[in-house]
């Protein structure tokens, strides 16, 4: 005999009735993940570098006992780490964490500032004093505003120090100024070879009058031409860092100025106005 269940009885069994579910398959879900997704998993690696040769080129304070420093290392380029605890004064950082001291840098860590974990004094250079302190901080400030953060630049360190020393031994800070600053845009790619008209690629003649586009290189001049014109010989002159001629001297003082204030994209350099009131660079 067949029971004919109600409106209501029908209901009452559908809302205690239990309706199986077929199992899921993690498998299959986690093949279906994004592979950026699962890339997201993997923790960055810490970095840690030992024993780096490097120089101090800023400082600032961070919090109450610690500094933020920006290095200029010889094969991770320019670094940006936290010296925690430096300006306690039993701190073993605090005497070494000196600009223009050749140093021996330890760090570690993943983020943009890194973890300084060990300093020590290297030694070699003379100190730097008077006009040629001043010069020295404006190297460190062409680098901190014309080097990109952990762009290595070997060469460029060697001759940071290098001219580092010919100013702690007094010779001619404008000659070793040009020499540092052409060195510098040659090293970060801005600038090359002055030697060739970019235009013709003939060579330059000594007597001839030129134009060095910041952004195309060597060409002739031109009526219209704002940029500084420099003599052919001047331009070979400095391709040769042969600074005797007082023309080269006065000729290449104004190229990188122009140059520099280009590439520096209008930030001011703070030191420039008083090297250029003091010893007219």
Known sequence: ???????SQLASQADNA?????PLAPARTEAKKPARARSRAVPEKEHKILAQPGFVLHSYPYKET?????????DHGRVALVAKGAKRPHSKLRGALQTFQ???LSWSG????????????VGGLLPLEKSALLCGFYLNEL???LLAREDAHPALFDHY????????HGEN????????????????GVAGNWSHCVSSGRAVQPDGIYVVDPEQGTRPERISDRAPKVSGKTLLDMEREDYSDPTTQLQSKFLMRYLLAHHLGGAQLNTRQILIDLMQL
């Open 18 to 22: 239990v309706v199986p579910v077929a």
């Open 102 to 104: 050749s140093l021996s």
């Open 173 to 188: 800070a404008p000659i070793v100024l040009r020499q540092f600053e052409r060195i510098l845009l040659r090293q970060t």
């Open 110 to 121: 993943k983020s943009e500032v890194r973890t300084l974990t060990d300093a020590e004094w």
């Open 66 to 74: 610690s500094l933020i420093i920006d290095v200029f290392s010889r």
């Open 161 to 168: 120090v290098a001219t580092l020393n010919k100013l702690a």
């Open 1 to 7: 005999m067949t029971t004919v269940l109600s409106d």
């Open 143 to 145: 680098l901190v505003k």
